[in-house]
């Protein structure tokens, strides 16, 4: 162990496991001498890759920017196909892509001894570093969109054999571009930090205005590359999660989920929409998100909807069952909601205890319900002919 852990010191303290800057204990190091006794402290030659982490929203790879890299390698093609094959869900999976990432936060390894180095570049030419300072479940207030695992899976399992500095003399401070005034008054300063490793590859760690660039490069310098299809093992786009790889459909709804990806965003239980006339396509919705087709589905039937079973609808009854949401979103108050509810359910009482226990969230919430069942039912267009079945299977 090194560094902190090794002297029995806890880690920095992020409120709400959320990283902070400011909460961040790594001092900002811009001069040569400063971050090489850093890294001689660190002592990473030696130290063997395990896994590594991005904090954050990595921007080489969000939606539009793989939209955008794609199109620039259609030129070939009309405008027409250039822009239908540049759409996220239409990419070709063997196009290659670079192993790169902007990020904005903290890039994170951690070693085969569980000793984790952390580093940034706040801005240009300016590092920050440090060692097992950073929980490694610590969440980022951004979107955390890829797995460094993934992007840098040639990086795994290897060991660092050499730690190297790039360096520019200056005249000038490169953060605030005044001259210095004291001695020496032409300074060493670090443009980028490279870890050379076992197979002859190497990270390479640079700041770009105020975002941290990390690339995986080959022995001459040379950014490698993944295929797409590789990539989007690792990649938590909306376009991953709410877009439908079967039949092409993105959701407008956070609470309307496709895909293997998807499942495993959810984490916990969730229902599965599945037409008989195309049983690939499968759209999910979480236990947290299932009041408003619980409700519908309940109102269909006359009785208490149960998660955990199985219903089965014909093309007709699945479209009554969609009908039921504009009832409910056609109530003007909370009031007209509850006593149409209320009058709905006869001489049962399942209404009664949904309104319980769900009314008022829904109430808050109607418009993020109404944007999922509109989600639902422009899907089930898609998926759902006539002679066919809507299925749904609970938890």
């Known amino acids: 162990m090194c560094d902190d852990k090794k002297n029995g010191n806890q880690y920095d303290v992020f409120k709400d496991d959320i990283f902070s800057w400011r909460e961040w204990s790594a ?19 030696g130290r063997r890759i395990k896994e590594m982490q991005i904090l954050g929203t990595c921007y080489t790879y969000i939606g539009f920017a793989v939209e955008e890299r794609a199109y620039g390698k259609l030129e070939h093609l009309s405008e027409e196909e250039r822009e239908r094959k540049s759409q996220y869900l239409n990419i070709d999976p063997e ?13 994170m390894i951690t070693f085969d001894d569980g000793d984790v180095f952390e580093i940034d570049t706040p801005w240009e030419m300016e590092f920050r570093m440090s060692m097992n300072r950073i929980p490694w479940y610590t969440e980022s207030s951004s979107w955390q969109n890829l797995d460094a695992d993934v992007l840098f899976s040639n ?14 003399m200056r005249e000038v401070h490169p953060i605030t571009g005044e ?11 670090v443009e980028h930090i490279i870890l050379r490793l076992a197979n002859g590859l190497a990270l390479k760690i640079y700041g770009c205005d105020d975002f941290c660039e990390v690339e995986c490069i080959d022995a001459n310098g040379k950014t490698t590359e993944i295929s797409f299809g590789e ?5 938590y786009n909306w376009e991953d999660l709410h877009g439908d790889e079967v039949t092409g459909f993105e959701a407008e709804s956070d609470a309307v989920f496709f895909n293997e ?9 969730y229902l599965t929409f599945v037409s008989s006339g195309w049983k690939e396509a499968k759209l999910y919705i979480s236990e947290d998100d299932v009041v408003l087709i619980d409700w519908c589905v309940s109102l269909k039937i006359n009785e208490w909807f149960d998660e955990y079973s199985a219903y089965h609808f014909s093309y007709e009854e699945w479209d009554k069952v969609l009908a039921e949401a504009d009832e409910i979103f056609a109530a003007k108050s909370f009031d007209d909601l509850f006593d149409m509810l209320i009058a709905r359910q006869g001489g049962n009482e399942y209404m009664m205890k949904k309104l319980n226990f769900d009314g008022a969230d829904f109430w808050k919430n109607k418009e993020r319900y109404r944007r999922q069942i509109e989600d639902l039912r422009k899907w089930s267009k898609i998926v759902l002919k006539r002679g066919n079945t809507m299925n749904i299977y609970g938890y």
């Open 27 to 45: 001092p900002k190091l811009i001069f040569a001498e400063d971050i090489r006794t850093a890294l001689d402290r660190f002592a990473l030659v």
């Open 179 to 189: 001259s210095f005034t004291e001695p020496p008054l032409t300074r060493e300063c």
């Open 261 to 269: 990806k998807g499942v495993e965003y959810i984490g916990g239980g």
């Open 155 to 168: 990086c795994l399992g290897q060991e660092i054999t050499a730690v190297e500095i790039g360096t520019d």
């Open 231 to 235: 990539l989007k093992k690792g990649l």
């Open 95 to 107: 196009m290659m892509c670079e192993r790169w990432a902007e990020i904005d936060e903290v890039f």
